[in-house]
């Protein structure tokens, strides 16, 4: 390792800390940088097992400000709620409505009542985590910008190309085709299909067409359709005023697919470069 990465982990852990969600302490929010008003963007990851680029997101936060949430319990996607003596799986980027929070327990946990003491605490605890997400943010200040890092694997599911997940610009196109209600355009441009940004604003969606980059737009109609409320961030945000912007990139599961690092660099250094510019047509 070099000395510039020693350095760079020492000042990382001299800048980081862990908050921990108190009705469950064994899941924890890790917090590199600190929110600001100057630069005014939140960058968060909510899924544990997505981390290819983290390292190099928290370089960045380090050099340009602002803040980065990472959540965390045991590495794996799925977070599990104890409600002894039963566990209840939850995903936790579909929390952040209380519609989105019914549908996350029942999907997760199948056998699971709804008319039971565990489904109405899963529902509060799920409640309170996004509550503690959002604040950790720097609360709903329309001001703020919320970066999502993820990364989704090869393809998608019945791709005929042993695909996994329904993360893809194909998938996505073809959802868009089928009249999904979540979706208003789809931009394909170059690169690989699991490379792309979701955004919430038509003006970064111009922006990333004109540039070349793969992208998808958000649908409004998501804030007022129950159909379509599945508890996203990105539903949170446009709900709540608040520009969105999640970067994609490939990662390689079980030695399937690729570990799109560069890729995600630079869609970040891309999105740096936005937040920073004045002129949001740029």
């Given at each position: ?49 997505e ?5 190099y ?15 965390r ?24 409505t ?18 039971t ?38 393809g998608y599911l ?59 737009l958000?649908h ?17 945000a446009?709900k ?23 890729e ?9 470069s936005?937040?920073?510019s ?5």
């Amino acid at each position: 390792m070099s000395v510039y990465n020693l350095n760079v982990n020492f000042v990382f852990l001299l800048l980081s800390q862990i908050v921990a969600f108190s009705p469950q302490p064994n899941i924890k929010l890790e917090v590199i940088g600190q929110v600001t008003d100057k630069p005014n963007w939140s960058l968060f990851a909510p899924h544990e097992n997505e981390n290819v680029a983290n390292e190099y997101v928290s370089q960045q936060i380090l050099e340009r400000g602002g803040i980065f949430v990472i959540l965390r319990q045991e590495g794996k996607r799925l977070l599990r709620l104890e409600i002894k003596p039963f566990e209840v799986k939850i995903d936790p980027n579909r929390i952040f409505t209380k519609k989105g929070r019914r549908k996350n327990i029942i999907r997760h946990n199948p056998k699971l009542r709804t008319n039971t003491y565990v489904f109405h605490r899963a529902m509060r605890l799920s409640a309170a985590l996004a509550k503690l997400i959002v604040s950790t943010m720097g609360g709903t200040e329309t001001s703020r910008s919320w970066v999502a890092i993820h990364n989704n694997t090869h393809g998608y599911l019945g791709d005929n190309k042993q695909g996994i997940g329904n993360i893809s610009m194909v998938q996505y196109q073809q959802k868009l085709a089928k009249g999904a209600g979540f979706i208003l355009a789809v931009s394909k441009k170059y690169g690989d299909e699991d490379d792309l940004f979701f955004v919430t604003e038509q003006q970064d969606f111009n922006a990333m067409e004109q540039s070349g980059w793969n992208a998808v737009l958000q649908h409004p109609q998501v804030v007022t359709d129950p159909s379509e409320d599945y508890g996203s961030l990105s539903l949170f945000a446009q709900k709540s005023g608040i520009r969105y912007i999640n970067i994609e990139a490939e990662r390689s599961t079980s030695n399937f697919g690729e570990n799109h690092l560069v890729e995600q660099q630079q869609m970040l250094d891309y999105v740096f470069s936005r937040l920073l510019s004045k002129n949001t047509n740029l």
